[in-house]
């Protein structure tokens, strides 16, 4: 039983996980497309983000300690 129930978390946080991230790409497409601009994404930029995703994610997983 354990099983199933550790497969069903893994299936539904990597749906919301899709979810999220696709609703974000919509939302920069959308922004820009509006804007008449490129998202110009620079290295810094870039690592920035990725950063303050992990950030997010070590943030997330202290709540369940």
Do not use: C
């Not at 609703?23 to 497309?33: K, Q």
């Amino acid at each position: 039983m354990n099983e199933k129930k550790n497969s069903m978390i893994y299936w539904v946080g990597g749906l919301a996980g899709a979810l999220l991230g696709v609703a974000i790409a919509h939302t920069l497409v959308e922004r820009t497309t509006k804007q008449g601009t490129e998202l110009k994404l620079s290295p810094q930029k870039g690592m920035q983000i990725g950063m303050s995703t992990i950030g997010f994610m070590k943030g997330l997983l202290d709540l369940f300690k």
